[in-house]
């Protein structure tokens, strides 16, 4: 029976769940290559090792063989009259110095220059689970197996704080990761919002190179001399007043100022324009309003909707 549970600790079988749990990049055979089984003489333990170039590599590789194979054994044998079961009797660590045995060895020997793994120990027992002895008294095995339980205890208890701590990494990572995606978010706004300043700012640059070039037309007619003063124009009886009187020599600002806001037809850009010229003729002005001879033809082109308007028959 022995030899055939040695077949099976070192069978594709155990191989291909080993490198499956462990997700390993080598080959099923290159992976089988790396195991090697052990039986001891006269006894009922089966030794499982693994070599590789890492040590801690070997050590992993010859503890997932070892619980895959007492798994393979309790599915195939461990029903029936004669069950067969078998325990992990010891965990798998590096060896070295006097702890090796003939066969490990011999196995370095084979491969000079590579790391012994790591060998996991077996105790195999039928129905009645007789007592394993590897050498020494009752005594001894009994504490063996209590250091045995102990180291057990020690490994389920760093299973678990591992496994806290891959629970708060986890959730670590989840938080910074909805960090990054609101940073994310709050530049893509910040750089949103820039364009539009820019925007803004690009507008503003151009009105205000607008209303200054329309600062110095009005300066300009300001310091022309004034034109001559045309005849009076007989206007038919027919047609109604213009709602601005026209004047012999200036128009008064207070005058312009209440038929703009009295014009209810002007489109915003025409209003708009109309308050501007009205801003800066406003420093030509008189006190009482008047503004002087030589800003009719300005005032006459820019307000002619204004000063042309007749009122209704």
């Given at each position: 029976?022995?030899?055939?549970?040695?077949?099976?600790a070192t069978?594709?079988?155990v191989?291909a769940?080993?490198?499956s749990t462990?997700?390993l990049t080598?080959?099923?055979?290159?992976?089988?290559?790396?195991?090697h089984v052990?039986v001891?003489s006269q006894?009922?333990?089966?030794?499982i090792s693994?070599?590789?170039?890492v040590?801690?590599?070997?050590r992993q590789?010859?503890?997932?063989?070892?619980v895959?194979?007492?798994q393979?054994?309790?599915?195939?044998f461990?029903?029936?009259?004669?069950?067969?079961h078998a325990?992990?009797?010891?965990?798998?660590?590096?060896?070295?110095g006097p702890?090796?045995?003939?066969?490990?060895n011999?196995l370095i020997g084979?491969l000079?220059g590579?790391?012994?793994?790591?060998?996991s120990?077996?105790?195999?027992?039928?129905?009645?689970?007789?007592?394993v002895?590897?050498?020494g008294?009752?005594?001894?095995l009994?504490?063996?197996e209590?250091?045995?339980?102990?180291?057990v205890k020690?490994?389920?208890?760093?299973?678990r704080?591992?496994?806290e701590r891959?629970g708060?990494?986890?959730?670590?990572?989840?938080?910074l990761?909805?960090?990054?995606?609101?940073?994310?978010?709050?530049?893509?706004?910040?750089?949103?919002?820039?364009?539009?300043v820019?925007?803004?700012?690009?507008?503003?640059?151009?009105?205000?190179?607008?209303?200054?070039?329309?600062?110095?037309?009005?300066?300009?007619?300001?310091?022309?001399?004034?034109?001559?003063?045309?005849?009076?124009v007989?206007?038919?009886?027919?047609?109604a007043?213009?709602?601005?009187?026209?004047?012999t020599?200036?128009?008064?600002?207070n005058?312009?100022q209440?038929?703009v806001?009295?014009y209810v037809?002007?489109?915003?850009?025409?209003?708009?324009?109309w308050?501007?010229?009205?801003?800066?003729v406003r420093?030509?002005?008189?006190?009482d309003?008047?503004l002087?001879?030589?800003?009719?033809?300005l005032?006459?082109?820019?307000?002619?909707d204004i000063?042309?308007r007749?009122?209704?028959s």
């Amino acid at each position: 029976m022995l030899p055939n549970l040695r077949e099976l600790a070192t069978s594709g079988v155990v191989a291909a769940n080993v490198r499956s749990t462990l997700r390993l990049t080598r080959s099923t055979p290159e992976l089988r290559r790396q195991l090697h089984v052990t039986v001891r003489s006269q006894s009922q333990v089966i030794a499982i090792s693994a070599t590789d170039d890492v040590a801690d590599h070997a050590r992993q590789v010859a503890q997932e063989a070892a619980v895959v194979f007492a798994q393979l054994v309790e599915a195939r044998f461990g029903t029936g009259e004669l069950a067969l079961h078998a325990a992990v009797l010891d965990s798998a660590h590096v060896l070295g110095g006097p702890e090796r045995h003939l066969a490990r060895n011999a196995l370095i020997g084979a491969l000079v220059g590579l790391l012994l793994g790591a060998a996991s120990m077996f105790v195999l027992a039928s129905g009645t689970r007789p007592a394993v002895a590897a050498g020494g008294d009752d005594q001894d095995l009994r504490k063996r197996e209590g250091l045995v339980d102990q180291r057990v205890k020690g490994v389920t208890a760093r299973e678990r704080a591992l496994a806290e701590r891959a629970g708060k990494l986890a959730a670590r990572e989840q938080e910074l990761d909805g960090r990054a995606a609101a940073l994310e978010a709050a530049e893509r706004e910040v750089g949103s919002r820039a364009g539009e300043v820019a925007t803004g700012q690009r507008e503003l640059a151009d009105r205000s190179a607008e209303i200054a070039a329309s600062k110095r037309e009005l300066e300009t007619l300001a310091a022309a001399p004034p034109p001559p003063v045309p005849e009076p124009v007989s206007i038919p009886a027919t047609e109604a007043e213009p709602a601005l009187p026209p004047r012999t020599g200036t128009w008064n600002l207070n005058e312009l100022q209440a038929a703009v806001d009295a014009y209810v037809d002007a489109t915003p850009e025409q209003a708009e324009a109309w308050r501007t010229y009205l801003f800066f003729v406003r420093e030509h002005a008189s006190p009482d309003g008047t503004l002087p001879r030589s800003l009719d033809p300005l005032i006459a082109d820019v307000f002619a909707d204004i000063v042309n308007r007749r009122a209704p028959s």
